[in-house]
């Protein structure tokens, strides 16, 4: 039976268990979740042992994936795992490999062995590079990487012969910007045929189901600039997605959502909400969104403002993206800095949400209590990097109780006193 | 006649006239704005022929400012200098010199003398320093800046005994954050008197009309984490301020406000709202909001992740926070990247923002063109900080005319070959 099929026959499996002990949910709730999709833990049965199964979801904090990965320009797979681990260090709850140069099936392996958290991959990259981009080379593919205990798989069923004639009838400046989904459109185009993924879904449902492979359903018509956002081609793909998640859910496989792309700040909540409502409430997965274009080189910053606001309306997984994102294969620096303010947007959007705010907030309220007291150590124990926070603190060499912004002006300072006289009685 | 009294005449100034052909609207819609109080040009006439005129508020875009100065433990004016220079070479509107150190005229006079945009100051952190926290060493320190020829002021004229009984009432856990807030408050716990420029507003509003000096009506009880947002003696002070920006206004004087502080992304929204009504739609002025307290090292980005949702909210001018904040004094490094960190939150806003959209997103869809193109050198002066995209693009010297994360695989490129092969048609 898979994780679904457990909880749908009502039992409390040890994944839930730990998960749900770790959120400070019940367990009986979590297994309810799980039952009914709103809630996904991926891990592979083949990788038993060896990862730590993560929840995500609704009533479950916002989680960080993070990307490595080779490229055909630059394939250093310790490098790679350097930045895995790196990542996992800096908070990541996920790692993906998204490798496509090299040995991409050592590479995968590698990663797998690396780190405990659960590792996602995109099977088609390996039909892609391996020249296979075939429905026999990208289904060799999948099972290749579900044997392997790959905990989850980006698969772009949404791009199809429906969607793609939506497109066709409402052009975008940027086209199409997913890889997997630029394959995809290549397969079709080269054969003529439809997306194998799409046609031959219940077949993917199976090996998926073999491995309680959870599949994150890939949004390869993500748009790639604040202009073709919200358009047809995105909203017809979401209502795909829907689809093949009443498919998986029925198929005892867990399934997640992937959602855009670049988006104006202002279109996000309806965009969020609309693929919750759409793939009845399925974990969403976001990739972004990112508020503007014109920010290369902070598209981690841009990524994370439309975070804050996809978490608040009701993403729960981030996709981090770099420093280097459009421009660069990301450095381990990069990906350690993607890491940690990826994981700053979650939690300012778990200080908002339904289950989770009281358990986010308690940790704003450390802080906040260790500022109020000027206590230096409290406040580095607090920081979601210590490390940084110590540094710049101390970087000058000038020791003082308060900081060197405000010296003997201290406000916390000062308004305290006054309050201790008494300032407040009319 | 001050500006407003002259657009309420019916004349449109030179400045209007720039301000509104800089920001592509009509010189008369923007002096009905100044008229009726809903935008600003901070411009001390004593500074004429120096300082060039800005535009903040309603139909206006996003403005921001960046905060320079000396403190008691760091005290070099250079530096300061060197830093409000970088920060408008990186595109700051305004420059506010915050100076707590050494010699604070001399400080504020080469500031002035430094830039051209628009500089506010703090004129109370003048009179604690030289010791002078009385009526008389307030109002002193007020004229001294505006004959300096100071373009806005902050002043905490919403600290008063009438808030601080709320704050009594209802207690926090960091208490008073704001510097000029703090001080007030000693001042009127030391005297038993009320805030000077409380009590003797119409005083402070006639040497404000003098010079034709703009009031930013600072707000002093911003809350300092994330536990004290949307607290009552907050709101006490929006009325406050609403009461005050009306007496301005009625007196020929141009003002704005300042909103908090540390606020939940959820409560942001709400927050500028009301400070909307309730100072009859000022221009609002905001430090922050910081969505979480957590990510000393960050917030520049945890602030400016809060300016974007303030900003779809109508939040008009953002005041950049560095990766210093709560740490340190900024170095001119740090400066510079909240800089540019803060202009990405303002063109996120900008980019939904009613009056001003259609020119921002003019921006992004240079930028969407010249990736579609793969035009590299399109995107480096599209960009934000073309110097640091290329630097990313080109630091590693594989030269390729993707990217080194796409390579081969380059989705934009894939997507168009399948398109053309036609793909997109039944």
Chains 1, 2 share one sequence.
């Not at 009533?59 to 994936?65: F, G, I, P, Y």
């Not at 600039?225 to 998986?248: H, N, Q, T």
């Not at 260790?370 to 124990?381: K, P, S, V």
């Amino acid at each position: 039976m898979t994780l679904i099929e457990e909880a749908r026959n009502g039992r409390v499996s040890p994944e839930i268990e730990a998960v749900a002990r770790h959120e400070g949910i019940e367990p009986a709730s979590l297994a309810r979740l799980v039952a009914t999709g709103r809630a996904v833990l991926p891990r592979n049965i083949r990788r038993e042992g060896r990862n730590t199964a993560t929840g995500i979801g609704e009533m479950l904090s916002t989680k960080v994936n993070v990307n490595v990965g080779t490229s055909q320009n630059l394939n250093s797979p310790d490098d790679e795992v350097e930045k895995a681990l790196a990542a996992v260090a800096a908070g990541a709850d996920a790692v993906m490999d998204l490798s496509t140069g090299g040995d991409l099936d050592c590479m995968r392996r590698k990663i797998l062995e690396a780190v405990r958290v659960p590792v996602g991959s995109v099977p088609i990259y390996n039909a892609a590079v391996r020249k296979e981009l075939t429905s026999q080379g990208l289904f060799n593919a999948l099972e290749k990487h579900a044997k392997d205990g790959v905990d989850f798989v980006t698969v772009h069923v949404g791009v199809n012969k429906n969607t793609l004639e939506r497109l066709g009838n409402d052009p975008r400046i940027m086209g199409v910007v997913s890889r997997g989904g630029s394959l995809t459109m290549k397969y079709i185009s080269e054969t003529g045929e439809d997306n194998p993924y799409y046609s031959e879904y219940d077949y993917l449902l199976e090996i998926a189901k073999e491995h309680d492979l959870t599949l994150s359903l890939g949004d390869g018509l993500r748009p790639g600039c604040i202009e073709d956002a919200s358009d047809r081609a995105k909203y017809m793909e979401f209502i795909m997605l829907g689809e093949l998640v009443k498919r998986a859910r029925a198929a005892g496989v867990q399934a997640m959502v992937e959602g855009p792309g670049h988006v104006p700040a202002n279109e996000i909540k309806t965009s969020v909400k609309a693929m919750k409502y759409l793939t009845d409430g399925a974990p969403l997965y976001l990739l972004g969104p990112l508020v503007t274009d014109i920010a290369p080189g902070y598209d981690h910053i841009t990524a994370a403002m439309g975070g804050v606001i996809a978490g608040m309306a009701g993403a729960d997984f981030l996709c981090a993206t770099t420093p280097s994102e459009h421009l660069d294969l990301p450095t381990k620096e990069d990906v350690i800095e993607g890491t940690y303010v990826t994981r700053i947007a979650a939690h300012a959007a778990d200080l908002t949400r339904p289950g989770v705010s009281d358990r986010a907030r308690s940790w704003d309220l450390k802080m906040a209590r260790a500022r109020a007291d000027l206590d230096w150590e409290g406040q580095f124990q607090a920081a979601i990097n210590p490390a940084r926070a110590k540094q710049i603190r101390h970087r000058r060499g000038v020791e003082t109780d308060t900081c060197t912004m405000c010296s003997e002006l201290c406000a916390i300072r000062l308004a305290k006193e006054a309050m201790e006289k008494g300032v407040c009685k009319k």
